[in-house]
């Protein structure tokens, strides 16, 4: 399904600029990986490594906060 969105001509110059430098076939592709690469950068994922569950959870609380 295509859709048309407005944009200033300000940003449809930043667009054919990202495109290019991106290598993109289309507008479509360019903010795909713009946006793509932006969410990797925001995602924890993986922020923790390999650690297990007791280590993460090792000092979370001292033993005179247990009731």
């Known amino acids: 399904m295509t859709t048309t969105i407005q944009i200033q001509n300000k940003t ?3 667009l054919k ?3 290019e430098e991106t290598k993109s076939s ?3 592709e360019a903010i795909n990986k ?3 690469k932006r969410l ?3 995602s924890l994922a ?3 490594g390999k650690r297990t569950k007791e280590w ?3 000092d979370l609380r001292d033993e005179s906060d247990r009731i």
Do not use: P
Request: charged content about 30%.
């Open 17 to 19: 600029k990202v495109k």
């Open 12 to 14: 449809l110059g930043l």
């Open 34 to 36: 713009i946006v793509i």
């Open 26 to 28: 289309s507008y479509d």
């Open 46 to 48: 993986g922020f923790l």
């Open 40 to 42: 990797k950068e925001v």
């Open 56 to 58: 993460i959870l090792k």
